[in-house]
């Protein structure tokens, strides 16, 4: 997921897809607990993820303080 095409979504869908990928990766790790994940570099893909959506609305967050 690049960080240009997130900045074009509004701040509803960020945190949508925020609450979503939190999910995801709860499952990843579950699985990888039990022994079924396959490729455990999804799990450091989805935290990327999570890190640009968390900066992005932390952007926007400071531009609108200023």
């Known amino acids: 997921m690049k960080a240009n095409k997130l900045r074009e979504s509004t701040t509803q869908e960020l945190t949508q897809k ?3 990928l ?3 990766l709860f ?3 579950f699985q990888q607990a039990s022994g079924t994940l396959n490729n ?3 799990i450091s893909q989805t935290k990327h993820d999570i890190a640009r959506i968390k900066t992005i609305l932390r952007e926007r967050e ?3 303080a200023e």
């Open 18 to 20: 925020l609450g979503e």
């Open 40 to 42: 455990p570099m999804v």
């Open 62 to 64: 400071l531009k609108v």
């Open 22 to 24: 939190k999910a995801e």
């Open 27 to 29: 499952n990843l790790r």
